[in-house]
């Protein structure tokens, strides 16, 4: 079976400074999508980047990208010149395999502070 | 223009109780979820229909019975409120075999049980 796994339950930056959130999955698929989601306190899901694991070159969106590595399993996102809005909690997810959903971790409340 | 849209998005109820939750896409998209998310946020996949056909229904158990008239809407109504069914439970909706399989989320119902 699938899992997802953060390690880091809560995270704090500075404004404008750089955080990285790790995540790390398990899966015998070889084809397969992995997501991060932003939800802030107004409870809204929101996706922030996503990957395709047979594309090698690392996703980007703006001020966010990710850290692809296929063979250790590992998803990991850069927010790079963090701003206040960025506060919320942030989830890696996989999809894969047969079935159409989505496989969460536990979810990393990044604090970004003034 | 709210591409999925869920109602009520608060729900307060007595044990025992049945209620019912509605969702709507307007993407086009033909394949719709229920997750539910518990009070430590953890996100857990509850069912999934493709062009109104049931294709996930995890371990729920079955006082939870989802609907869908058509392939825009996805209803889910719970018989029985207990205490434990508190939580926020959320739609989504995605194309299947879409731009990577990205599911779009609606804004999140959450139920409360007294």
């Known amino acids: 079976a699938q899992t997802v796994t953060q390690s880091q339950p809560e995270m704090s930056v500075q404004e404008a400074e750089t955080v990285t959130l790790s995540c790390t999955y398990d899966?015998?698929?070889?084809?397969?999508?992995l997501f991060w989601y932003k939800q802030p306190p107004s409870r809204q899901m929101i996706l922030v980047i996503r990957?395709?694991?047979?594309?090698?070159q690392n996703a980007t969106e703006n001020r966010f990208s990710v850290n692809f590595q296929k063979a250790a399993k590992s998803f990991s996102l850069k927010i790079s010149d963090s701003q206040l809005g960025d506060t919320a909690m942030y989830f890696c997810a996989f999809k894969g395999g047969a079935t159409n959903k989505l496989i969460f971790g536990t979810g990393t409340l990044l604090a970004v502070q003034p | 223009d709210t591409a999925v849209s869920q109602t009520p998005k608060y729900l307060v109820t007595q044990m025992g109780n049945d209620k019912s939750i509605k969702c709507e896409q307007n993407?086009?998209?033909?394949?719709m979820y229920w997750y539910k998310q518990d009070s430590k946020k953890f996100l857990k996949i509850m069912f999934s229909y493709n062009n109104k056909e049931l294709i996930i229904n995890e371990t729920v158990p079955n006082r939870f019975s989802p609907k869908s008239p058509d392939k825009a809407h996805l209803n889910l109504h719970i018989n029985s409120l207990e205490l434990g069914d508190s939580a926020v439970y959320f739609c989504?909706?995605?194309?299947?075999?879409?731009?990577?399989?990205?599911?779009?989320f609606g804004p999140g119902t959450r139920l409360l049980v007294l």
């Open positions: 899966t015998s698929e070889s084809n397969y999508y």
């Open positions: 993407l086009g998209h033909d394949t």
């Open positions: 990957q395709e694991a047979y594309k090698q």
């Open positions: 989504a909706s995605t194309l299947a075999g879409g731009y990577q399989e990205t599911q779009y």
